[in-house]
Nanobody
Framework: QVQLVESGGGLVQPGGSLRLSCTVSGSIFGILAMAWYRQAPGLQRELVARLSSGTSMNYADSVRGRFTISRNNAKNTVYLQMNSLKPEDTAVYYC?????????WGQGTQVTVSS
């Protein structure tokens, strides 16, 4: 069974940085893509960043240039480095790992950007 455990969320001031981590406790073999989504209250879940086969990366327009998705295969972990954080980045962030057989989600971690 695949389990995703997220960490790294918290409260940060505007302009600050956070790094989210998502560790896959199951096998990392066969992963087609890893991604971060976020959802704020009353808003639709949105894709923040995606890392797929061939190391192709995609970012939401709102975070491009500020956020970076990366992975460490040895640690079975995907990261989201978030810099120059804005209040509108406040949301619950979810890790998503896609296998050919389906996808799995982390438990979510709260990111709050406020002065």
């Amino acid at each position: 069974q695949v389990q995703l455990v997220e960490s790294g969320g918290g409260l940060v001031q505007p302009g600050g940085s956070l790094r989210l981590s998502c560790t896959v406790s199951g096998s990392i073999f066969g992963i087609l893509a890893m991604a971060w989504y976020r959802q704020a209250p009353g808003l639709q879940r949105e894709l923040v960043a995606r890392l797929s086969s061939g190391t192709s990366m995609n970012y939401a327009d709102s975070v491009r240039g500020r956020f970076t998705i990366s992975r460490n295969n040895a640690k079975n972990t995907v990261y989201l480095q978030m810099n120059s954080l804005k209040p509108e980045d406040t949301a619950v962030y979810y890790c998503n790992v896609i296998y050919r057989s389906g996808d799995y989600w982390g438990q979510g971690t709260q990111v709050t950007v406020s002065s």
